[in-house]
């Protein structure tokens, strides 16, 4: 089997979408859940069969483009498809209420994005990676301004000026590595990175770090995150906070890992993560609205992500792993629940939780903000711990005692969100979830428990995927 | 009288010089500007910058194209390569761009302002 389905099938089902829509609206979206459903049963299959190739298309290297499945790799095309099932699924049952306008155009898009971001994760050829960067860039664009209110297009123009910036100074690296180097290809580009002048490797790093950094949302390159996830329409946002700076993070910490394998700017990378996540936490402190508040919440989870993978060593990357499963599953029930929440009280101001009369939606914003804020029992802690321990063993304390203020504010706000949702007053009638909503939901936080109880189920595929991704498999 | 500008060395000053030029002509847009039309106009400036260099600096005077028919030896050939990997990128670009636009009338219409800075439907 191969692994170009991923990227092909989902493409291929944006253009059948013109035929499919004359069978009727609710064919696109069965089929477009239907073909997740079997991109999730591909992955699961070379999963199992231990499926992990390098694959060529085309023509032969340097010039050909290349695929790689690696255990790691695997399990971000995993982590990304399965999202996306659980969305459509989610999504099937929202719409029936409150669909999308012109829905078959949002099935194209959310389909693009999955494509882009599997193909950011499996392309081993840099400027194939420039072409997904830019797909999942424009997908996730036009998403975020779907909704075509002025808050809606607001987002989505600082959205596409920040991504076009990020994207100049990501071809300019590619650029110099071409005539540098005179090759596209990852594993040769690796082979001569170390031989370059220093000043040449330096510019090259910068202009990868600028390019990379507005994508995954690092200080000070995160300015338009919070306006983005509050323009943005709720379910959107599971995805932008679960998939995609995930794919991004995923791919500039692999190239760090093949060009620069002695950790050379390691030090600078982990203090940059450190400072963005306390920044992050310290500015979401003060947002009343809700769409806002996890935005900043997204944004300390993924410093303390960055700052993981920045410590490049096996056990960190475990850890960072661990923190980007939890994160992703955990902010999926937040933003399914607010979607919910704001579909019946119109308004995602903080004190709208006061009123919410849902004992099931309170169970699982409890369960997913306990989880994002690494309480033991939930998914969110083993990452965490571990993450403290390796800056341990590196005789890190700064960065320690940086990461632990910063969870304690986020605890702050947390707590208070939990406070607005368990005095509130019972006159408003107990908010209806359909059954398919609470299957998901409730499947959603087992997950999280399940992960938390026992990460040892989780943690050997884990620490080998991290033991591929130092090695730097190209 | 005009010789020298024939050599490579010389050539590829100028273009490299000229693209370094152009690409902080449009970063100091990016930054000046506050019209939204015009930071997409700087943008694409920077953009066409990086493409000028790439393509000005690989570029040999005496070199052919890299057709197979017309000659057998490869040496000579330019490389194609580069030639392929920017019209790729303008091609994205021009999507990337004609999409802004549009976000920028749509946004127009609705709230009647191109001024980023009073962009703040958000901040309250």
Known sequence: ????????????????????????????????????????????????????????????????????????????????????TLFS??????????????????????????????????????????????????????????????????????????????????????????????????????????????????????????????????????????????????????????????????????????????????????????????????????????????????????????????LQNTQAIQAALFIVLAHSVAKMGIFFALALIEKEHESMESETLKSLNSPFLRVILLISMLSLLGIPLFAGFVGKLLVLKSLALEGMLPIIMMIILASLIEAVYYFKLAGYMFTSDKRRDVLKVTWAHKTILAFLSLLLLIIGMAPFLLSEYLFEASKLMLGGVS | MFEFFNSPEVINIIVIIGSMLLFFVGLFGLLTQKHIIKIFMSIAIMETAVYLFFIGSLFKLDAIAPIMKVADDTSKFNDPIPHAMILTAIVIAMAVFALGVSFAIEYYKLSGKTNIDTMNEMRH
């Not at chain 1, 298309?57 to 498809?81: E, Q, W």
């Not at chain 1, 099937?92 to 306008?101: A, D, I, M, N, V």
């Not at chain 1, 170390?194 to 910068?206: A, M, V, W």
Request: proline letters at 3%.
């Open chain 1, 1 to 84: 089997m191969s692994s170009v389905l991923f990227v092909a099938l989902p493409l291929l089902f944006g253009f059948s979408t013109p035929i499919l829509g004359y069978f009727g609206k609710n064919a696109v979206a069965y089929v477009s859940t239907l073909m997740q459903l079997f991109l999730l049963y591909l992955g699961f299959d070379l999963l199992l069969n231990e499926g992990f190739s390098i694959e060529l298309i085309s023509i032969a290297p340097p010039l050909g483009i290349s695929f790689v499945v690696t255990k790691v790799s695997l399990l971000f095309v995993l982590l990304f498809t399965s999202v996306m």
């Open chain 1, 89 to 310: 699924l989610y999504y099937l049952s929202y719409r029936s209420e409150k669909p999308y306008r012109d829905e078959s155009k949002f099935f194209i898009l959310i389909n693009m994005l999955l494509a882009a971001s599997i193909g950011l994760v499996l392309s081993s050829d840099i400027f194939n990676i420039y072409v997904f960067f830019e797909i999942a860039g424009i997908s996730a664009y036009i998403l975020s301004a779907y909704e075509k209110s002025s808050s809606a297009l607001e987002a989505g123009i600082k959205y596409l000026i920040t991504g076009a910036v990020a994207s100049i100074f990501l071809i300019f690296a590619i650029v110099l590595i071409y005539i540098y180097i005179g090759s596209l290809n990852l594993g040769i580009i690796a082979q001569h990175f170390e031989l370059l002048p220093f000043q040449i490797k330096l510019l090259i790093s910068i202009l990868l770090l600028i390019g990379f950094g507005f994508k995954v949302e690092i200080f000070p390159l995160n300015f338009w995150v919070s306006d983005v996830y509050q323009g943005s329409s709720t379910l959107v946002n599971a995805l932008f906070s679960a998939i995609v700076v995930k794919a991004y993070l995923f791919v500039f910490f692999h190239l760090l890992y093949l060009f620069l394998p002695h950790g050379e700017f390691s030090l600078f990378l982990i203090y940059l993560g450190a400072f963005s996540m306390l920044a992050a936490e310290v500015a979401g402190l003060r947002q009343s609205h809700l769409k806002r508040l996890f935005a900043y919440s997204s944004l300390g989870q993924v410093a303390l992500v960055f700052t993981a993978f920045a």
